[in-house]
């Protein structure tokens, strides 16, 4: 689960990391307020659009302001603007959030991020000289230049880890003590949170020889969310795909892509593997859709529905396996969902383990028009070739 940058900037600050003071106001008669409350802090302040994506200050969506009436014009142009990034596509994200944070004396940037490497099962932690630019060039043109310290989840980050990531950062020696602190506090922050990403872009060094997080991204792992109950607060609705948030609230595990081709699917790497089928037939998956063990025909049905409310699909590809679930279960609730959403596309399905025969002389019986193949490439090159 993505969060803004104020929430997780609460966050880091629940764990007593260090943080420039701010308030995210959603209305515009709120400025007023919120601004005479930073300004006590700082007579620079920042106004920072709140949307899940990075590239904000390219977009326009990050403004540096020195007087009252500096600040109500940023608030009045990026409130409620329709924010273009990199990250967001050529549609944008309607604005509707602004922090208010207090300015900086900035006398470098650096760059900080956790995540678990994998590979080696080990939570990494990544830093750079090169704060404040696209990492991901930093990392294609000048590698040399992006740090890594791997933590052994057994014991943690230790103190001389620290130190070595800040002395081959050049960090000041006045400066050791405060970004110690702060790594150490984001860390912890990281694994009490069940964080799958902590991203500090930029890291600052003030020129008051302070280490503090001038950004903040931070993903939250949905999967211990049952651990946090107060952080499914943080949750944006707007902020998401509205065919994902439908398709959560059915239970349903669905990504929405860019091909045509709507994929339903029992069992994520079986999902996996028909996406990738359909890629090597030539056409293009709309879709991650696992339905799940134990699907029936209620989750059927949903999953029909959601995959038909993208306009892209031409077709439909069902590739079901029933171990836990049975076939013919499976075949009732294909019929049922296409006869409630009146399917006006092709619909490949096959059919593999318990019950299979069964599910398909169901299908086969039931008049409509259903294309039932058994082998996976050869369904998935039929359902390339009927939306063509």
């Avoid at 020129?207 to 903040?216: H, K, L, P, T, V």
Wanted: net charge negative; aromatic share 6%.
């Amino acid at each position: 689960m993505k969060v803004h940058e104020y929430q997780a900037k609460e966050i880091l600050k629940r764990h007593k990391a260090n943080v420039p003071y701010g308030v995210v106001i959603d209305k515009k008669e709120d400025w007023e307020a919120a601004y005479s409350d930073v300004v006590t802090k700082s007579p620079v302040v920042v106004v920072k659009a709140q949307i899940h994506a990075g590239g904000r200050g390219k977009g326009g969506g990050v403004k540096v302001t020195k007087t009252k009436d500096d600040a109500k014009a940023a608030i009045d142009k990026i409130l409620g603007m329709q924010l273009i990034t990199p990250q967001t596509g050529a549609e944008g994200k309607k604005v509707l959030k602004v922090y208010l944070e207090q300015g900086l004396q900035i006398a470098k940037e650096y760059y900080l991020s956790i995540l678990l490497d994998r590979s080696l099962r080990k939570t990494i932690i990544m830093a750079s000289t090169e704060g404040g630019m696209e990492i991901e060039e930093v990392a294609e043109h000048s590698p040399e230049k992006i740090l890594k310290i791997f933590i052994d989840p057994g014991i943690g980050v230790q103190p001389s880890q620290v130190r070595k990531l800040a002395f081959d950062l050049n960090i000041p020696s006045e400066a050791m003590k405060s970004f110690q602190d702060l790594v150490t506090k984001a860390y912890n922050a990281y694994i009490a949170e069940d964080c799958s990403l902590l991203e500090i872009n930029p890291l600052i060094l003030t020129a008051q020889n302070e280490i503090i997080a001038g950004d903040c991204k931070m993903d939250l792992d949905e999967n211990a969310m049952f651990r946090h109950a107060d952080n499914a607060n943080y949750r944006d609705k707007s902020e998401e795909d509205p065919l994902e948030l439908q398709a959560s609230e059915f239970n349903l595990n669905y990504v929405k892509l860019d091909g045509n081709i709507g994929c339903m699917v029992n069992g994520a790497g079986l999902a996996m593997a028909t996406m990738d089928i359909v890629k090597l037939a030539g056409a293009e998956p709309a879709n991650f859709l696992d339905v799940g063990g134990g699907a029936n025909v209620t989750t059927v049905t949903n999953g029909f529905k959601i995959i038909l409310s993208d306009p892209n699909v031409k077709g439909i590809f069902v590739n079901i396996f029933g171990g836990i679930v049975r076939c013919d279960m499976v075949a009732e609730g294909i019929i049922q969902a296409a006869k409630s959403v009146d399917l006006k596309v092709p619909l490949v399905v096959r059919l593999q383990g318990t019950n299979a025969d069964l599910g398909r002389e169901v299908l086969n019986k039931s008049g409509l028009k259903i294309t039932g193949v058994d082998d996976l490439r050869e369904a998935a090159a039929t359902i390339a070739k009927l939306i063509k």
